[in-house]
């Protein structure tokens, strides 16, 4: 079945340092999403990519979708401590189901 | 607006009980979601619903069943529980709308621990 990849699966950085995770999917995606959970918290929704190399902002967040719609990247300019949490992607998998990657948890040092 | 409400918010359970998990959501979404989450593995999909009185199978959907008898609630249960499902488990639903979005909203989360 259709696999979506995400890393690291942990970085930890300094505050004001930036920060950026991948995901990889092993096939085509029609769109992606991206999710923000913080500890203890469930995942709430940050954005969704459609278009072959569509590049979203977010104040200090920047998304984008590759041009061949298999991979995903989100950038964090200058880490704030509000940022900690574990960012997640999810490719749309046919049939209005989402497929998560793993996660990457951010922690950062203040 | 409440939003997705889930019930409990823990349990813990010995090997072989049975129990239900309850989702109800208040934005008259069509779809809805069961996930769970453990360490390292994300979300995965149980078991899913396009619409009132209908159910499919996710991702890993063995030694659960669900039921959606009604828009607003969706139902996982689990007939014998078993060590393997000590996990988080998620709710979530969506309206699926070209104009208004994919974006799934997700209840608090259940933790379940079986012993």
């Known amino acids: 079945g259709q696999q979506v990849m995400q890393i690291p699966q942990y970085q930890h950085v300094q505050e004001g340092e930036d920060f950026t995770t991948y995901c990889n999917s092993s096939t085509t995606l029609s769109n992606i999403q991206w999710y923000k959970q913080r500890p203890g918290g469930h995942p709430v929704f940050l954005i969704q990519?459609?278009?072959?190399?569509e590049v979203k902002k977010q104040k200090r967040l920047t998304f984008q979708f590759g041009e061949a719609k298999k991979n995903s990247s989100l950038h964090i300019t200058a880490t704030q401590t509000t940022d900690v949490g574990t960012y997640f992607c999810a490719g749309e998998a046919g049939a209005q189901k989402l497929v998560f990657g793993q996660g990457t948890r951010l922690t950062i040092n203040p | 607006n409440a939003g997705v409400t889930q019930t409990p918010k823990f349990r813990v359970l010995k090997t072989g009980q049975s129990m239900t998990l309850l989702c109800a959501q208040d934005?008259?979404?069509?779809?809805m979601y069961w996930y769970r989450q453990d360490p390292g593995m994300g979300l995965r999909l149980i078991h899913y619903s396009v619409g009132e009185g209908t159910t499919a199978k996710g991702e890993v959907p063995d030694g659960y069943n669900v039921s959606r008898l009604k828009k607003q609630n969706f139902l996982l249960g689990l007939e014998s529980a078993a060590p393997s499902q000590t996990s988080v488990y998620f709710c979530?639903?969506?309206?699926?709308?070209?104009?208004?979005?994919?974006?799934?909203?997700f209840g608090p989360g259940t933790r379940l621990t079986v012993t």
């Open positions: 934005m008259n979404h069509e779809y």
């Open positions: 990519l459609v278009k072959s190399g």
């Open positions: 979530a639903s969506t309206r699926q709308h070209p104009v208004a979005g994919y974006e799934q909203y």
